[in-house]
């Protein structure tokens, strides 16, 4: 078992740049990828960035240049630069862990003035 835990959401100005984190407890082994997904209210979770163990990266074409996504030992990134509006919404935090997949609770992402 593997607990994602998501942190660093808040309430943001359009323009405005936040960083969350995920941290991941409990039996980390055999992690093969972590990444971000978001979902608004009514709309389907989509997928925002997500970075397997050897380092590569995919992301959503509407984050590119803005959103970045790291790792570092059991943890992941997500630096959110020129946040807009449309970027409100839960973000999710998922670990893929031999065949398996493990959710975070969400972390609330608000871009309003």
């Known amino acids: 078992q593997v607990q994602p835990v998501e942190s660093g959401g808040g309430l943001v100005q359009p323009g405005g740049s936040l960083r969350l984190s995920c941290a991941a407890s409990?039996?980390?082994?055999?992690?093969?990828?972590m990444g971000w997904y978001r979902q608004a209210p009514g709309k389907q979770r989509e997928l925002v960035a997500i970075?397997?163990?050897?380092?590569s990266t995919n992301s959503a074409d509407s984050v590119k240049g803005r959103f970045t996504i790291s790792r570092d030992k059991n943890m992941v990134y997500l630096q959110m630069d020129s946040l807009k509006p449309e970027d409100t919404a839960v973000y999710y935090c998922?670990?893929?862990?031999?065949?398996?997949?493990?959710w975070g609770q969400g972390t609330q992402v608000t871009v309003s003035s």
């Open positions: 998922k670990i893929v862990r031999l065949g398996h997949d493990y």
């Open positions: 409990g039996s980390t082994f055999g992690i093969n990828a």
């Open positions: 970075i397997s163990s050897g380092g």
